[in-house]
């Protein structure tokens, strides 16, 4: 009798371990079919142009208009720009992202190939994100200038790489530019920096103040570095900073790309829509594009900004960023499109 209970219970303990290593093996294998959020790259890709698209997760509907558009022609220039959609892989309170949107990221990636997601917190926390991309990307290429891009933004991107090369390389910061007393600072919705300009930073790291905002964070980081050196502002009036999708530009104008470098404020529908009129006037106009010069109109000086002159979600105190704070959890900022899905 005993020998018989003395076989049952190894049969039995036999059955568990097959259970115990059937399912730790499945799990590892569901695991590996998923590649890790956070990878490192030894070997840099030297570029012309590094392009990052910040995007929020649910987003898919901008990232398709984007793909459907101005994405195919930063594709067309593949040896010279990369251009990468950013998502954050921590929540608004700073944990990790669930296994099922790990998931659809990581199957929308294998589809499409162009999405990173970074160790940066969702919501109100642009300027960190804004920072944990520059070590992205500064780990992975040698660039000639950077771009932070929002995904409400329509970008001429021919355009663009046909001026870069008229850019000299020098400390340089570009975009729509806010001119007010003591708040002097370009829009982070579309953001370019030379290369020498993000070396500086870069040499700063350890030492920057992150703010809630990525432009007001940039803002102050500019006002430490012309302390040492002279920086370059180009207020770009090609720049259309108020809603694209609900202005009259689709129905009026007939050359896009040549009145305008990015349109902020367009939307899904309305991203495809502009790409089809920059298509045909591209085939009909043979006129190149002109290259302005590199100005700043503004009046007020670009070596103080005062953040205590903002107000309500605007105002913020600056913190260290390799310290990781985090200042809201507040819904998502979806700008200006109506009726968006803000779901997280």
């Known amino acids: 009798m005993f020998g018989r209970k003395k076989i049952f219970f190894l049969l039995l303990l036999a059955s568990c371990l097959v259970i115990t290593f059937t399912y730790v093996l499945l799990s590892y294998t569901s695991e590996k079919q998923y590649k ?15 392009t990052g698209i910040f995007s929020y997760i649910t987003f898919l509907d901008r990232r398709n208009g984007i793909r459907a558009s101005w994405l195919k022609d930063c594709q067309t220039y593949s040896q010279i720009a990369v251009c990468k959609f950013i998502i954050d892989g921590l929540d608004m309170n700073g944990k990790s992202i669930s296994f099922e949107k790990q998931r659809q990221i990581n199957e929308e990636d294998r589809h499409f190939k162009d999405i990173v997601v970074l160790e940066s917190f969702a919501g109100h926390n642009f300027a960190y994100r804004f920072y ?58 579309f953001m370019i920096i030379s290369r020498p300009l993000f070396d500086m930073l870069m040499n700063r790291y350890d030492t920057l103040l992150c703010h809630k905002w990525g432009d007001q964070a940039m803002a102050i980081w500019l006002v430490e570095l012309q302390k040492s050196a002279n920086i370059k502002f180009f207020g770009d009036s090609r720049i259309f900073h108020q809603v694209a999708a609900y202005s009259n530009i689709i129905k009026s104008k007939q050359d896009i790309c040549h009145d305008y470098l990015s349109l902020h404020g367009t939307y899904s529908k309305e991203m495809v829509l502009f790409y089809k009129k920059y298509e045909k006037e591209r085939n009909n106009n043979k006129q190149m594009y002109t290259i302005p010069q590199v100005t700043n109109t503004c009046r007020w000086s670009t070596k103080t900004f005062n953040t205590s002159l903002f107000h309500g979600k605007w105002f913020a105190i600056p913190k260290l960023c390799k310290n990781k704070p985090i200042w809201s959890n507040d819904n998502l900022l979806v700008g200006r499109e109506r009726n968006h899905n803000i779901t997280v």
């Open 36 to 50: 890790p959020l956070f990878q490192k790259i030894r070997n840099k890709s030297k570029l012309q142009l590094f």
């Open 132 to 189: 944990k991309l520059m070590e992205w990307a500064y780990d992975r290429y040698s660039f000639d200038f950077f771009i932070r891009i929002d995904d409400d933004q329509f970008l001429c991107f021919d355009r663009l790489v046909y001026e870069l090369p008229y850019r000299k390389k020098s400390p340089l910061i570009w975009g729509y530019m806010h001119c007010k007393e003591s708040r002097v600072w370009i829009d982070e919705g």
